[in-house]
């Protein structure tokens, strides 16, 4: 079987009908990127600061030791991107990205100040605040980071219990805990890094509560690391991924800080208290925006990672009465597939959403018309996408998990520990219960506008609501105009039809019976992931389902996109479908139809796995899993890896103490 592992490999990249290097170009976002990204990938490869050597293994470092090598993985970074002697810039930053990828912990740890830290500063401060803080942010000479979840309150922002009391007197504001679950908990970098963060308090002013704000606060001594006086914070300790992200808590014991501090674009404070609230309390939330957008690179970084194992694993493994590759069984590669598709969609979606979000914040010279107005659609789609991007790549892991049997059990194969550092990504920023309700709440409102008084919002780009502008029209049908599913390979038309009718259909109906908002939220969850899958994949039916010969995508990679595309229509309708069943949309028939046609799609695209991982460009020092080996020889590298390990042979070091007074013992044998 290791002999053959290398040939069935090879068969099988062999198998792809696309260019597998074109693939790769599209992933990474051009030809030239892609080269970039592979020199990126060569330069940290043998870079003893950024990846780890052998004999040592990134997967047995200890939370002090990843704690230590992650902030030497930041200061690294740092040398090179300030480094007048390196004089490809493009390369440098492209080296952060690729040490993002080595590294969650890196990538979490780094974006808490330069996203997280920065986002709040330039969008909520005003252009003295962003003038003053910026260039010491882009310098690393202070290291923010982000103080908004308590002990006591998640991202609950109305309950938060932290003060900020305006003194007159001083004019200063007075920064406190008032009660144990005001501790400012799970802060990223908190616990040994950051020398400043934004925190959102409860401000006061003249006695009054008068809503949330941002502050800046400093936590510790620049020089010493010492904490600043009035400030009493640590380290959260042992958690179960993210072993080199040092999330800490922050007390403040009427901590003192000029009103400078408080962040002023939106509101304003003068030196005799008169204060002037935001246009709409909700600009206070919307630094959440970014964060949760953030998924979609995660989720590309991560979930990608875990589908090449799983995938590579696969069909390098034989088992079965004909001792058959088990990624030739369905129960396999219909599991995995729609999962591979997934990442095409999202990283397809990443390119619009990105240009969504500069309308929203015009690189911090944002216009407060047009932010707010654009501000609730894209709340409602990263929420959306938050839910949906959490959820199914959980789901996405544990498949991974499964399909490489016993061997994901060990570390050394690296799922365990994606699936650890994944974790938080399905309740950081926000449960998402929470976040898929708002969703449709901002859906329901903008369909009772649309339908009650004939409005839809003119944005200035493409909402992610757009089939809410013709609601009348899908509502008046009645039924799926096809009985033969595989229609939707022809004409992507029928699958955006269906989702939009169902999405629509099911909000329609609940409300027009005299529900309330609150009757519906059990199916808000699935009408937000819904939502957000139908944007998915409206955005690459646009992109990929046009005729063969179009400019800009080569051939091949045009149509194994469009494959992929259709994939996920008919994954989506898989899925979601039963909504649409049970509103009478479908039939019984067009189910089973739906069904059988999405299993063929699966086994038609089941040749093509290896091509479509290898899409994702992961060289194997960054899978770091001896099951995932490019040339498939997983299991002399896999044992090579484990007698590499500390103590893997040899005595036990407690043989004499606890094993050797017991087999000493005379008996028998």
């Known amino acids: 079987m290791s002999r053959q592992a290398p040939k069935d490999m090879a068969a099988e990249r062999a198998a792809a009908d696309f260019n597998i290097e074109a693939l790769q170009e599209l992933w990474n976002g051009g030809a030239e990127k892609n080269k970039l990204v592979k020199r990126a990938y060569e330069f940290i490869k043998s870079d003893p600061e950024l990846v780890v050597q052998p004999p040592r293994n990134y997967l047995e470092l200890s939370r002090d030791e990843m704690r230590e090598f992650t902030m030497g993985q930041i200061y690294r970074v740092i040398q090179i991107m300030k480094d007048p002697e390196f004089k490809d810039k493009e390369l440098a930053y492209q080296i952060g990205i690729a040490t993002n990828v080595y590294s969650e912990s890196f990538s979490m740890r780094f974006f808490v100040h330069d996203s997280l830290f920065r986002n709040v500063v330039n969008m909520l401060g005003n252009k003295e605040q962003q003038d003053q803080w910026n260039d010491d942010i882009s310098h690393f000479r202070i290291f923010g980071c982000f103080a908004m979840t308590e002990l006591g309150h998640s991202s609950a922002l109305r309950d938060i219990e932290t003060t900020a009391t305006y003194d007159n007197a001083t004019d200063e504001f007075i920064i406190d805990s008032p009660s144990i679950t005001a501790t400012k908990w799970w802060i990223g970098m908190a616990g040994q890094t950051a020398t400043h963060t934004v925190v959102i308090s409860q401000t006061i002013i003249n006695g009054k509560k008068v809503g949330l704000n941002w502050f800046i606060v400093q936590l510790r001594d620049k ?49 005799h208290g008169e204060y002037t609230p935001a246009p709409n309390p909700a600009v206070m939330y919307a630094t959440l925006i970014p964060e949760r957008l953030s998924l979609v690179t995660v989720t590309t970084q991560m979930i990608s990672q875990a589908l090449t194992i799983a995938t590579r694993y696969g069909v390098v493994r034989r088992q079965g009465p004909k001792d058959q590759q088990i990624m030739d069984y369905q129960s396999h590669y219909v599991k995995l597939i729609p999962g591979i598709a997934f990442m095409y969609m999202i990283k397809s979606a990443a390119a619009v959403i990105d240009k969504q979000f500069e309308v929203l914040t015009a690189g911090g010279d944002m216009d407060p018309i047009v932010y707010l107005n654009h501000m609730g659609d894209m709340h409602a789609l990263s929420a959306s996408l938050k839910g949906i991007t959490g959820w199914y790549s959980t789901d996405i892991l544990e498949t991974c998990r499964r399909s490489c049997g016993g061997h994901a059990y060990s570390s050394y194969n690296a799922i365990g520990s994606i699936i650890g550092d994944w974790g938080v990504m399905t309740t950081g920023g926000g449960d998402n219960v929470v976040l898929l309700q ?26 992610s609501a757009l089939y809410i502008r013709d609601a009348k029209k899908y509502l008046e049908n009645k039924v799926w105009p096809t009985n033969d599913a595989n229609d939707c390979l022809k004409d992507f038309a029928l699958i955006e039809e269906a989702l939009n009718t169902i999405l629509l259909y099911s909000i329609h109906t609940a409300l027009k019976n005299g529900s309330t908002h609150n009757d519906v939220l059990l199916e808000s969850v699935r009408v937000a992931e819904l939502h957000c899958a139908a944007f998915m994949f409206s955005v690459s039916a646009e992109k990929y389902g046009q005729p063969k010969g179009s400019p800009g995508i080569e051939p091949s990679i045009l149509s194994i996109m469009k494959r992929l595309t259709a994939l996920w229509g008919l994954h989506v309708l898989h899925t979601y479908g039963d909504q649409g069943f049970k509103e009478g949309y479908f039939t019984p028939e067009q189910i089973k139809s739906i069904e059988s046609t999405y299993f063929e799609v699966c086994k038609s695209l089941r040749s093509q796995v290896i091509g479509l991982t290898d899409g994702f460009g992961f060289p194997d020092f960054i899978l770091k899993a001896p099951i995932a080996k490019y040339d498939g020889d997983i299991y002399e590298t896999y044992l090579e890896t484990l007698l ?21 013992q005379k008996g028998k044998n």
């Open 223 to 271: 020089n010493t690391g010492e904490a600043m006086p009035n400030v009493r914070l640590g380290d959260i300790g042992q958690k179960v991924g993210h072993a080199g992200v040092d999330n800490g808590w922050i007390q403040f014991r009427q901590a003192r800080i000029p009103r400078s501090n408080m962040l002023q674009k939106w509101v304003s404070l003068d030196r």
């Open 644 to 664: 590499t390990a500390p103590n893997s042979t040899g005595v036990a070091p407690y043989h004499a103490k606890y094993i050797k007074p017991l087999t000493e």
């Open 438 to 463: 708002q969703a449709t709440r901002y859906l329901l409102y903008r369909l009772e506008q649309r339908l009650e008084f004939d409005e839809f919002p003119e944005l200035k780009f493409k909402t």
